[in-house]
């Protein structure tokens, strides 16, 4: 059974950082391109991150572009997502989800999710 | 980046009803659409991809259709396990984008 399981939200001032991890069981982590998706206290689903299989490849939104840096370890199974200069529209459920398609490439299907973690910026 | 529209934002509907949900994009995608369920508190769900493929497990009722601009998700007699809200997300680029969604709610 695929799990995915983040971890590391918290309350965190504005200008202020965090790392979150998932930890993926139930697959061959490394054989997957993943992303983190968030949502903010009674909105959408924003798309933030996304890194292939390998980790060799990265793309981000322009809301978190040179602020977020996201990463793996194969591994240890993890993907993390490193937020730097955080404010207050950075406050959300952080979902990370593993990608439809094995191989370690991007289709931008987002097959399974994890349960989420939530980030808080305020002072 | 790709902006998507869906309506309506808000669906009221009775157990057995038809219900189509419409997804509009800003530009071409050609068929490269997902849909998901969400419920209160709850990941979402993969139901559709490929704009009419259905995930694995999801009941037949799902279904959907459209190509380029246009998608509709439709369920085609509405349970109670199905009162949730539907959202649609575009993969035709590397900045994959989501419409607000759409909560269906009893009627």
């Known amino acids: 059974e695929v799990q995915l399981l983040e971890s590391g939200g918290g309350l965190v001032q504005p200008g202020g950082s965090l790392r979150l991890s998932c930890v993926g069981s139930g697959f061959n982590f490394r054989s997957y391109a993943m992303s983190w998706v968030r949502q903010a206290p009674g909105k959408g689903l924003e798309w933030v991150s996304a890194i292939s299989g390998s980790g060799d490849s990265t793309y981000y939104a322009d809301s978190v572009k040179g602020r977020f840096t996201t990463s793996r370890d194969n591994s240890k199974n993890t993907l993390y997502a490193q937020m730097n200069s955080l404010r207050a529209e950075d406050t959300a459920v952080y979902y990370c989800?593993?990608?439809?398609?094995?191989?370690?490439?991007?289709?931008?299907?987002?097959?399974?999710w994890g349960q989420g973690t939530l980030v808080t910026v305020s002072s | 980046d790709i902006q998507m529209t869906q309506s309506p934002s808000t669906l009221s509907a009775s157990v057995g009803d038809r219900v189509t949900i419409t997804c509009r994009a800003s530009q071409s995608i050609s068929s490269w659409l997902a849909w998901y369920q969400q419920k209160a508190g709850k990941a979402p769900k993969l139901l559709i991809y490929?704009?009419?493929s259905l995930e694995s497990g999801v009941p037949s009722r799902f279904s959907g259709s459209g190509s380029g601009t246009e998608f509709t998700l439709t369920i085609s007699s509405l349970q109670p396990d199905d009162f949730a809200t539907y959202y649609c997300q575009q993969y035709n680029s590397y900045s994959w984008t989501f419409g607000q969604g759409t909560k269906v709610e009893i009627k």
């Open positions: 490929k704009a009419s």
């Open positions: 989800a593993r990608d439809q398609v094995r191989g370690g490439s991007y289709s931008g299907i987002f097959h399974y």
